[in-house]
């Protein structure tokens, strides 16, 4: 896993089986770190407190094979949002979800997983 050094105000997970990206950019849009990490809750929960308490957890699945990077984002007090299918087929991976939270007029396409 790639760090630079300070905390993400957004956490990009691209879903997968075995393995997620992760990227996280800071308040001025930086990444802070990227890379690869394994599905396994001490490994998910490594990656959120990398990010940093309260950095927004964007998720391509919240069921099934993005459960468990729901459920430890939101055990870690990490608020948590969904890109829905449609608008995750145009996006391949999570540096490309941040870069499209950053658009204002995309946030409407997201929605805060409760």
Known sequence: MEERGTTAAVL???VGKASHWACGIDSS???VLSGR???RAADVDAVLARAGSGALVVVDQ???IGALAVARARAA???VAYLPGSAEKALRDA???ITY???PSSRSLVSLVT
Do not use: S
């Open 12 to 14: 990009g997970l691209d």
């Open 29 to 31: 849009g930086r990444v």
């Open 37 to 39: 990490v394994a599905n």
């Open 62 to 64: 919240k069921r099934n």
């Open 77 to 79: 007090g990490n608020p």
């Open 95 to 97: 540096e490309v979800f």
């Open 101 to 103: 939270w950053k658009l």
